[in-house]
């Protein structure tokens, strides 16, 4: 198949562009492993990061960023910066106090992008991510649609250029386009041969929506207390499809598994903080994956999330259905 994206980004649709590969840090908090992985991803040049208030690293991604722009390595506008407003802070004026804090402890004045991390709202109970009672997670009642509209007011103050959504339905894509006066950027979703969300991925691609795919490894490393059941009875990066093909192109099953996102035009943000791992992770845009690979991927897929939390499903914003 023809690669459709040789300059190595993403148009999004308020004219910014987003490279197609990304360094993610989730579960990366560490000021020493944080500035490892900057400096080594730097290196190999990636030139976006993702991050979110909910990781508890931006601090430490801040001060590994600030560094390599002093030492002349790179200049702000290189990089392209990616946080997300967590679920406790959806009520209006918790958006623009974990906005602000994001943009602080990173020591920028501007954002790239701003996502909603997840569409359902928690109580905001002091720092607590997910905030319980009785065994429960607490939500609070407030519409994703009315914090849309604080993201619009964020971006319209200039501090965020672009502003997307992550882990949002069809449904609920169609439901905040027909109210938004700016419509998002991206979706960030998991997105993997396990779990290919045809029809979502369509979706987004006809509504000018660029997709991020988030856990396109399959997420080996996910907390247990997320997973819905049992977690991938096979791991992604061992599946005999994902090596036959990886052996075919005498490339790993994890670069593998990334260009098949890359060349359908998804950016994808895989975690590591290996220096050969994030290293290999750049070499994925000299080769292409033919219809027959793509076929053999797209033929694993068995629906599997990695990311669920249970005591969520019956909340009515709740996105995995």
């Known amino acids: 198949m023809e690669d ?9 649709n308020d004219g910014a562009r987003m490279p197609l590969l990304g360094l993610g840090t989730w579960k990366t908090t560490t000021a020493e492993v944080m500035q490892g992985a900057i400096e080594t991803a730097i ?15 931006e601090v430490e991604l801040g001060h590994a960023l600030r560094a390599k722009i002093k030492q002349g390595i790179i200049s702000r506008k290189d990089m392209f910066i990616v946080s997300k407003l967590w679920c406790t802070h959806h009520a209006p004026s ?11 402890d990173l020591q920028l004045e501007q954002l790239d992008l701003y996502l909603i991390h997840f569409p359902v709202a928690l109580k905001r109970v002091g ?4 905030p319980m009672k009785d065994g429960k997670i607490l939500t609070a009642d407030i519409d994703y649609v009315d914090v849309w509209r604080e993201m619009e007011a964020l971006q319209a103050s200039g501090r965020v250029k672009s502003i997307g959504v992550s882990n949002f339905n069809i449904a609920q894509l169609e439901r905040l386009l027909s109210v938004a006066k700016v419509p998002p950027a991206v979706n960030q979703v998991e997105l993997h041969p396990y779990l290919v969300q045809s029809d979502l991925v369509q979706f987004c691609k006809d509504r000018n929506i660029a997709l991020t795919a988030y856990s396109p490894l399959g997420s080996p490393g996910r907390p247990q207390k997320y997973h819905c059941g049992a977690t991938d009875p096979e791991k992604l990066l061992e599946d005999p499809v994902v090596q036959s093909v990886a052996r075919k192109h005498k490339r790993s099953p994890a670069q593998v598994l990334l260009r098949y996102q890359v060349q359908q035009g998804i950016a994808v ?12 992770n750049t070499k994925i845009f000299d ?20 990311c669920v939390i249970d005591s969520l499903k019956s909340h009515p914003y709740y996105p995995f259905v």
């Open 127 to 130: 720092d607590e991510l997910f």
């Open 269 to 280: 943000i895989p975690k590591s903080v290996k220096p050969n791992h994030i290293l290999e």
């Open 43 to 57: 290196a190999a040049g990636y030139r976006h990061i993702d991050t979110a208030y909910s990781y508890h690293n």
């Open 287 to 306: 080769f292409c994956l033919d219809e027959e690979d793509f076929g053999a991927l797209q033929g694993l897929n068995r629906g599997w999330k990695s």
């Open 94 to 104: 918790d958006v623009q106090l974990c906005f602000s804090r994001s943009l602080r």
């Open 4 to 12: 459709h994206n040789p300059d190595r980004t993403i148009h999004l």
